[in-house]
């Protein structure tokens, strides 16, 4: 089964900013989106790491629908289930953002049909780091529950005060 797999941008985060919007970046033209995210961190300490997804109309969606299951990997722990349901925003369960590159925050996100305004947009995420001396990694799956054509993303940080200080985001299209 051949696929096309294309390159479709790269982001980078803005220094000192609290966001990063990926805008008009899904359409119809593909079927999956890949995005991946390496190298974000803070400018110190950590901060909680949001992902939101955007519609049509350039609205964050953060209105309670994101449901999540997600398998968490430690390195000095047992493998551990953990469940979102009814969240405002993607949690991929390992959601704090370091502020050393050493222990960057990296994943690898896909998104099915988000650009279809008939179905649910469903999303998958690979997640690694080391945070606090631990390595960590998980496997997320979850959907958006509302039926509306959705063009990008939003990541985001700032609950606990902190900016970014660097992070990409590549984005890839899958027919």
Not at 18 to 42: G, N, P
Not at 130 to 155: C, D, E, K, P
Not at 158 to 172: K, P
Request: aromatic share 14%; proline share 1%; net charge negative.
């Amino acid at each position: 089964m051949a696929t096309n797999f294309r390159f479709l941008g790269k982001f980078s985060v803005i220094r000192g900013s609290t966001t990063l919007q990926l805008t008009d970046i899904f359409s119809d033209a593909f079927d999956i989106y890949r995005i991946v995210l390496s190298d974000f961190r803070v400018d110190t300490a950590t901060d909680y790491f949001y992902t939101r997804l955007i519609n049509s109309s350039d609205t964050v969606i953060s209105t309670a629908n994101y449901d999540t299951t997600s398998s968490l990997f430690l390195s000095n722990a047992n493998f551990q289930q953990l469940r979102a349901v009814d969240y405002t925003r993607i949690v991929p369960s390992t959601t704090l953002v370091d502020d050393d590159s050493f222990t960057s925050f990296n994943a690898i996100y896909n998104f099915y049909q988000p650009f279809d305004s008939s179905t649910y947009t469903f999303f998958t995420s690979e997640v690694t780091q080391w945070l606090n001396g631990t390595g960590r990694g998980a496997r997320t799956s979850g959907v958006q529950q509302t039926q509306q054509s959705i063009t990008g993303i939003q990541l985001a940080v700032g609950a606990l005060n902190h900016v970014f200080e660097g992070g990409n985001a590549t984005v890839y299209g899958i027919k």
